[in-house]
């Protein structure tokens, strides 16, 4: 049975760069999730309603240069520091003192830098896809040639937008719409954004994952060379309290997603489980 929950739309902004995001659910259990790279927020829709139909508080977030923030146009602006300042200022906005961070490919990622450079924010990590060592090259040949053509052939990318555009989202099944919200690009913000991605640090060390305490979901997909399982899987070796779980294809959580639905609910409710039994977090935290 499907548990309805409540929906919003909200925005922030962070050194005058405006970004907006959806609220689902409510209460103080927060859960944040960041979207893969050039994806909307949208994506994580369905993961979003079904943990927020188990009691949580949910945000989902387009980082600067996605969905519907806003679009720099310098490099700079992009890079996993940014993104994860990012989303430390919406915990902020929210009044979040903390959160299970989690995301897809880009949003692993993301969650990685917070989870390194604010870990007393991070209740746990929950990460599908993340992009380290054995995916760069890959990386590079898939997203390499869109930057070219958003830099050298701006046109090509406008018309591709042109055209997303003319569909109606509402006659299509909801992945096959997500997919022309990807395709919603404009040139020079997309080139900034792959150039700052790529050019700069994808995650934090090997040595610096080792000293994530968070506890961690790490799930990997067999036969994808961008985001290849031996990375989740070393990840979750890294992490000292991580759990690798194996999808059986990079579809199964987008057209048969209960089982790993059903894991990430559990995941979430064991992380803010362990909040009654640690009632001097507060004083631990400072010390005390």
């Known amino acids: 049975m499907t548990t309805l929950v409540s929906e919003r739309?909200?925005?922030?902004?962070?050194?005058?760069?405006?970004?907006?995001?959806?609220?689902?659910?409510?209460?103080?259990?927060?859960?944040?999730?960041?979207?893969?790279?050039?994806?909307?927020?949208?994506?994580?829709?369905?993961?979003?309603?079904?943990?927020?139909?188990?009691?949580?508080?949910v945000v989902t977030l387009d980082l600067l240069g996605h969905g519907r923030s806003d679009r720099p146009l310098d490099p700079k602006e992009y890079s996993m520091t940014a993104f994860g300042e990012q989303v430390l200022a919406l915990l902020d906005h929210l009044g979040a003192e903390e959160a299970v961070i989690g995301g897809t490919s880009l949003g692993s990622n993301v969650s990685l830098e917070v989870a390194d450079v604010a870990p007393d924010r991070v209740r746990g990590l929950l990460l599908e896809m993340p992009v380290l060592d054995n995916a760069l090259e890959a990386g590079l040949i898939a997203f390499g040639p869109l930057m070219f053509l958003a830099r050298f052939v701006p046109v090509s990318v406008s018309l591709t937008r042109r055209l997303s555009r003319l569909v109606p989202r509402g006659v299509l099944p909801f992945w096959a719409g997500v997919a022309l919200d990807t395709l919603d690009q404009q040139p020079a913000?997309?080139?900034?954004?792959?150039?700052?991605?790529?050019?700069?640090?994808?995650?934090?060390?090997?040595?610096?994952?080792?000293?994530?305490?968070?506890?961690?979901?790490?799930?990997?997909?067999?036969?994808?060379?961008?985001?290849?399982?031996?990375?989740?899987?070393?990840?979750?070796?890294?992490?000292?309290?991580?759990?690798?779980?194996?999808?059986?294809?990079?579809?199964?959580w987008r057209v048969s997603p209960a089982r790993l639905d059903a894991e990430a609910v559990a995941f979430v409710s064991r992380c803010w489980a362990v909040e009654d039994a640690e009632p001097d977090r507060d004083s631990r935290r400072a010390g005390g």
């Open 9 to 57: 739309i909200d925005q922030f902004f962070i050194d005058g760069a405006r970004l907006e995001y959806t609220e689902y659910g409510h209460g103080d259990r927060w859960v944040v999730l960041v979207h893969g790279q050039l994806m909307p927020r949208r994506m994580h829709q369905p993961l979003a309603r079904t943990i927020a139909g188990a009691g949580f508080h």
């Open 189 to 252: 913000p997309m080139a900034a954004t792959i150039h700052g991605i790529f050019f700069g640090r994808i995650a934090p060390s090997s040595r610096r994952r080792r000293l994530i305490q968070a506890p961690a979901l790490v799930v990997g997909h067999p036969r994808d060379p961008i985001h290849p399982a031996a990375d989740a899987a070393m990840l979750a070796d890294e992490m000292p309290n991580a759990r690798f779980v194996e999808a059986r294809s990079y579809a199964e």
